[in-house]
């Protein structure tokens, strides 16, 4: 993966068990393929990659900003 775009320090929740500890979120472009968007997740149990079409990255960060604005709209409302 090429430098990342972003690399969000931030705590990740896992299942099967639940447990919590500091991971990382980074996004950035493949090494061999620029039109592929790499979206991973990692921590101490590794790293999980996704390989994204720039379409499907451009979902998830549509996804994600809608979400943050209700988040965002619901505690001012708090």
Known sequence: MTTPTIDLETNVTRD?????TEGSSQVGQDD????TVTL?????WGTTY???TP???QAIATALEETAQI????????
């Open 16 to 20: 099967r068990p639940v447990t919590q």
């Open 32 to 35: 061999l393929d620029e039109s």
């Open 40 to 44: 991973s997740f990692g921590g101490p």
């Open 50 to 52: 996704a390989d994204l």
């Open 55 to 57: 379409e499907e990255a």
């Open 71 to 78: 988040a965002q709209q619901e505690n001012a409302n708090e």
